[in-house]
């Protein structure tokens, strides 16, 4: 049963600028919570069957979407009194056809999806974290707590503690960040020792 990460690597130079905050983060707080993963949005993550199954769903779904424009606005996080953690990430603007690409890859690869991945993850790393009541109807339905219209697009640059977020939070949130970019494909990545790119599918292909 790999584990696979359905979603986005932004361009070269967006990458380059979280990885610089990234590393104003470790600098200044050491390692926090996926501070060294590589700057990506994440469709949806989980163990599934048969890879090949999945490579086959995302080469059909992906040839139905034409590119779509993307904006990138500001570093913001979740809110911690959801979650006792600070999610710092860049905002992806809200995008309807970028969440109908989402449901549909997630809706489509479920069927050969195994359990929650992210949920087995945020239970050991942030115990306290709580779903709403539509998430859980997510992770019902699709395996996935954030579906669609549930789901806000973003790039994660770490996850902070309370003592971190103290330290650093409030000049991440200062950072100048605005870009525009057009989505050209879709990536998936497989697990190994860490998250690595196994194949594009280009949009409208």
């Known amino acids: 049963m790999p584990a696979l990460l359905i979603g986005f690597d932004p361009p070269e130079e967006i990458s380059k600028e979280i990885y610089r905050l990234k590393s104003k983060v470790k600098e200044a707080c050491g390692k926090q ?11 949806v993550v989980n163990t599934f069957t048969d890879i090949n199954a999945v490579d086959n769903i995302l080469k059909s779904v992906c ?12 570093i913001a996080y979740f809110p911690p ?22 449901k549909e890859i997630i809706a489509k690869t479920s069927i050969c999806r195994q359990g929650c991945l992210l949920c087995d993850y945020l239970q050991k790393n942030i115990p306290d974290y709580q779903y709403s009541e539509e998430e859980k109807k997510d992770i019902g339905q699709y395996g996935y707590p954030y579906v669609g219209k549930n789901w806000e697009a973003h790039i994660s640059i770490a996850i902070l503690d309370k003592k971190a977020f103290d330290k650093i939070g409030n000049d991440l949130i200062g950072t100048a960040f605005q870009h525009k970019f057009k989505l050209k494909e879709i990536t998936l990545f497989i697990y190994t020792d860490k998250w690595v790119p196994y194949k594009v599918y280009e949009l409208g292909k």
Request: glycine share 2%.
């Open 63 to 74: 040839s139905g979407f034409s590119t779509l424009d993307i904006s990138i606005k500001d």
């Open 33 to 43: 919570q996926q501070v060294d993963e590589p700057p990506h949005c994440t469709f």
């Open 81 to 102: 009194e959801k979650n006792k953690a600070w999610m710092m990430h860049a905002v992806i603007e809200k995008n309807i056809r970028l969440q109908e690409l989402q």
